[in-house]
């Protein structure tokens, strides 16, 4: 299953060195039996608070998506206006419960929100073509990190425990999944809707009436 996902995403234009950094690392961090200090690095202490970052929520898809942006593959005008929908959608149903965390309800929403977005901007004649598995991914993944840990940050650092310091992960608790989670599933939508769009489904049913 593996093999085939990571065929799909190279066929719709990822290249090699982003295939390593969106699965063969998250899958190296999931399956061996590591503590999950090793995927968070704190950065900066702000009074109590260690702010840091995730590594498969936050530097993974930041490295993939700024090569991406940096290489020109993408338009940035469209870039900015999907992840700005996506970000303030998701910020709207995402919630910070001191707790657990940032929870984000329905982590599939932003990916199928990006792919629609995607198709439907593609279609007017005024903005510029780009591949629209590239578009979800990047959009999907920096609309989430936006609407649900940047956006949020301000609220976390106003939260105050007596108890001791606090170490604040940006991309990291349930963050983490449905960030690294978006990503895949952003593309599979972009798939679904390609699939839509040429009647493959349809083609597929009539030859096999016809055999």
Not at 14 to 36: D, K, Q, T
Not at 108 to 131: E, G, Q, S, T, W
Request: proline share 5%; net charge neutral; charged share 15%.
């Amino acid at each position: 299953m593996s093999k085939l996902l990571a065929l799909y995403f190279y066929q719709v234009g990822f290249r090699f060195s982003e295939l390593v950094l969106l699965m063969a690392i998250p899958l190296f961090f999931y399956i061996l039996p590591m503590e999950n200090n090793l995927m968070n690095i704190p950065v900066i202490e702000v009074g109590n608070k260690l702010i840091g970052f995730n590594v498969i929520g936050l530097l993974i898809p930041l490295i993939v998506s700024a090569k991406i942006l940096m290489q020109k593959r993408l338009p940035l005008r469209e870039v900015a206006l999907i992840t700005t929908i996506v970000a303030t959608v998701t910020y709207l149903y995402t919630n910070f419960d001191p707790d657990v965390g940032i929870i984000i309800y329905f982590f599939a929403i932003p990916p199928m929100l990006a792919a629609a977005i995607a198709f439907i901007l593609k279609k007017d004649p005024r903005v510029n073509d780009y591949n629209t598995a590239l578009m979800t991914y990047v959009c999907a993944t920096l609309g989430i990190l936006i609407g649900a840990d940047v956006l949020y940050l301000y609220h976390i650092l106003q939260w105050w425990r007596p108890d001791g310091a606090v170490f604040i992960i940006i991309g990291g608790a349930g963050v983490t999944d449905g960030i690294f989670l978006a990503g895949i599933i952003a593309v599979l939508f972009d798939l679904i809707f390609t699939c839509q769009e040429h009647n493959v489904v349809k083609d597929f049913v009539r030859m096999l009436k016809q055999d």
